[in-house]
């Protein structure tokens, strides 16, 4: 996928944003539940910053509005299926807005676990209108890049039974009640959104990753895609050697502050 | 559902009118803008912290709305009840666009919501509503007044601007949603009867077969039960 320049609007610009001057790169990890995409984010995050870029990285129900709010209302029994969708679109305009778009505009990369397509394929696995969700979220920016973490729903299954050991309600659409225990339910949500992002995948251009494999062969092929990015470089990173010459103190020593 | 600007006088003339309506032996249910308790404790951080913009501050009222339907409106519809609702998606087609929002965008947000069978609308002149507000409370709320948008450093100021836009998004909606347009500077009894004659006109036939209702019998204990208390 070339990266696209300058970042751009998909349906409806933000009343106050000037795309022009975002001038950071916008990575989208995407992926269903438990396929890995924390680890992932995680090691890209490390690289990036041992390359000298200044990284942002953000996800779902992590904003400072409303994270506390979705959060809550999971715990109840009322959360119903178009409140919570408009609940995640809330959280994720005062992400945009408030973290994502500002580190754009300060030529950070910003990182993000999920964006609006897990909105879109969550909504679209619940029965509500595409049509509908996809402009509700039309605000959201085009990224340069969106790496799609692809599993299947076996491999789903055995990372959540062998990794967490049990199995989530919302994980598992249990809201929907798609099977009657949640392993059954969880099958049958699983591959409806699996479904659901396999056809933005193609709409969306989305790099599509084999998850199936172990994390550090899925984080190389990552890097490799993310290279490919022209994200700004420094040349000739001055090396620090280690010296033999002891001023009694261990290793380097913090920076005054001023 | 009644609409109209802060100080029309709406919220007066819907409450007159589900009691009107319960007292007949009818059911009726009542939503209120902004009230799901789902959705409370975030709005009401925006607004203290002053975090919402217009994107987040649309997206919010539309979440407590879906709440409210899902969870309240929908099913007592089905039930048979009637549903007064003090505002509806209206409010945020005039608010959200008077704040920048795309008027496209809102309406497609809110295009889950079910068609109401009857809708009034509050027409007032700006200048005595905001009198009304300025006479009935001690300060207006930084969001009302739309101080996001630095209308103006003069809160009175910027409301008086702020209302005047939404006004102006009313007025050019009213023709094309078809609402009821009641004189707001009437006084509250003859607006209340203009509202009572629409419903019996509009909704009449439905009012005595198509609704869930008390029998004879129990509205004739309510109205012993309401005059012993008088």
């Not at chain 1, 790169?25 to 090691?43: N, S």
């Not at chain 1, 679109?89 to 950070?108: K, Q, S």
């Amino acid at each position: 996928m070339q990266s696209k320049q300058p970042l751009h609007f998909y349906n409806e610009a933000l009343p106050g944003v000037d795309s022009a001057e975002l001038h950071g790169k916008l990575i989208v990890i995407e992926g269903p539940d438990a396929v890995g995409r924390t680890t992932q984010v995680a090691l890209l995050r490390h690289w990036l910053e041992q390359e000298g870029h200044a990284v942002l990285d953000t996800g779902m129900a992590r904003g400072a509005l409303a994270g506390k709010g979705i959060k809550q209302a999971k715990e109840g029994n009322t959360l119903g299926p178009i409140t919570m969708t408009l609940y995640y679109t809330t959280d994720f305009a005062d992400r945009l807005e408030n973290e994502i778009v500002p580190a754009l505009r300060a030529g950070f990369v910003v990182l993000t676990d999920r964006y609006i397509f897990s909105i879109v394929a969550r909504a679209i696995a619940r029965g509500e209108d595409r049509r509908w969700i996809e402009q509700v979220t039309g605000f959201g920016l085009v990224p340069h890049a969106v790496y799609y973490l692809r599993a299947d729903v076996k491999q789903l299954v055995s990372r959540v039974v062998l990794g967490r050991g049990a199995f989530d309600y919302w994980e598992s659409g249990m809201d929907m009640r798609f099977g009657d225990n949640m392993f059954d339910s969880f099958v049958k949500y699983q591959t409806r959104l699996i479904r659901a992002l396999d056809v933005m995948a193609k709409k969306y251009e989305f790099v599509t990753v084999d998850a199936g494999r172990p994390p550090d062969v899925i984080f190389q092929d990552l890097r490799k895609h993310i290279s490919r990015l022209n994200l700004k470089t420094i040349r000739n990173t001055p090396r620090i050697h280690a010296t033999t010459r002891s001023n009694g103190s261990n290793g380097a020593k913090r920076p005054r502050k001023a | 559902m009644v609409e109209g600007i802060d100080g029309s006088g709406k919220s007066t003339q819907i409450s007159l009118l589900s009691h009107w309506l319960r007292s007949q032996g009818i059911a009726v249910a009542f939503s209120e803008w902004n009230s799901s308790p789902l959705v409370r404790e975030t709005t009401r951080r925006g607004k203290r912290k002053e975090m919402f913009t217009p994107t987040t501050f649309s997206l919010i009222h539309a979440t407590d709305f879906a709440d409210r339907m899902e969870r309240y409106v929908l099913p007592l519809m089905k039930a048979g009840a009637i549903v007064c609702a003090d505002r509806y998606t209206y409010t945020a087609f005039a608010r959200d666009v008077a704040r920048g929002v795309s008027r496209r965008w809102v309406r497609n947000l809110y295009s889950f919501a079910t068609r109401p069978n009857l809708s009034f609308y509050f027409r007032v002149p700006l200048d005595v509503a905001i009198g009304r507000i300025l006479g009935g409370r001690d300060a207006i709320k930084y969001y009302e007044a739309g101080m996001d948008m630095g209308l103006s450093r003069d809160v009175e100021e910027s409301f008086r601007i702020f209302q005047g836009r939404i006004l102006d998004e009313y007025e050019a909606m009213a023709h094309e949603v078809g609402f009821h347009i009641i004189d707001a500077t009437l006084s509250i009894e003859e607006q209340q009867k203009q509202m009572r004659d629409i419903v019996i006109q509009e909704l009449g036939e439905s009012l005595r077969n198509g609704v869930l209702r008390m029998a004879p019998g129990e509205v004739h204990a309510i109205e012993t039960a309401t005059a012993l208390l008088q």
